[in-house]
């Protein structure tokens, strides 16, 4: 048996909407609505709680954004790739991270495959697995590790150069 839905039992249906295009503009103006009302707000939080760290490491430059760690080590950050850079294969030893790609567009190597990345695609990346970007346009990465990759001074990254 179905459940009701959340405040009765009233469902919305093709009738509730005169035409398919009120659907996208009812939700462009609620979404408008919402970041009139709170981007102040969410961006004075992000500039208290964010760190920005930029890195030239062995082969790349990375440009990070990151959030204190967690309390169960948890990290969340946020990578940029500028256009047209390559961020080689490397492995992470420590942990695993879900990759939310927020804008951008490229390349990813993750094991032996390559896929390409656009906006809302979301990659698994196990411990230990070999992974690698090249970015075609600008991108912003969101990264949830289970343990920091970066942390400190300490950098959980290694190349990895097997084809």
């Not at 249906?13 to 035409?19: I, L, P, Q, R, Y």
């Not at 992000?46 to 890195?55: A, G, P, T, V, Y």
């Not at 256009?83 to 030893?93: C, G, I, K, R, S």
């Not at 390409?116 to 697995?129: E, H, Q, R, S």
């Amino acid at each position: 048996m179905p459940r009701p839905a959340v405040g009765g039992d009233r469902r919305l249906n093709h009738k509730d909407f005169s035409g398919q295009k009120e659907i996208p503009d009812y939700l462009e103006k609620q979404k408008r609505k919402f970041f009139q009302n709170h981007m102040d707000k969410l961006l004075k939080i992000l500039q208290k709680k964010l760190s920005h760290k930029q890195m030239e490491l062995e082969r790349e430059k990375l440009d990070i954004c990151q959030f204190p760690p967690f309390d169960n080590g948890t990290q969340i950050d946020f990578a940029i790739f500028e256009a047209n850079t390559l961020h080689p294969p490397h492995v992470h030893e420590e942990g695993s991270a879900i990759l939310y790609v927020i804008d951008g567009e490229g390349k990813i190597i993750l094991g032996d495959k390559e896929t390409d990345y656009l906006p809302g695609n979301i990659f698994n990346v196990p411990k230990g697995t070999r992974h690698g970007f090249s970015a075609k346009k600008e991108t912003v990465l969101l990264s949830i590790q289970d343990k920091p990759i970066l942390f400190k001074d300490k950098l959980d990254l290694m190349y990895d150069d097997s084809s």
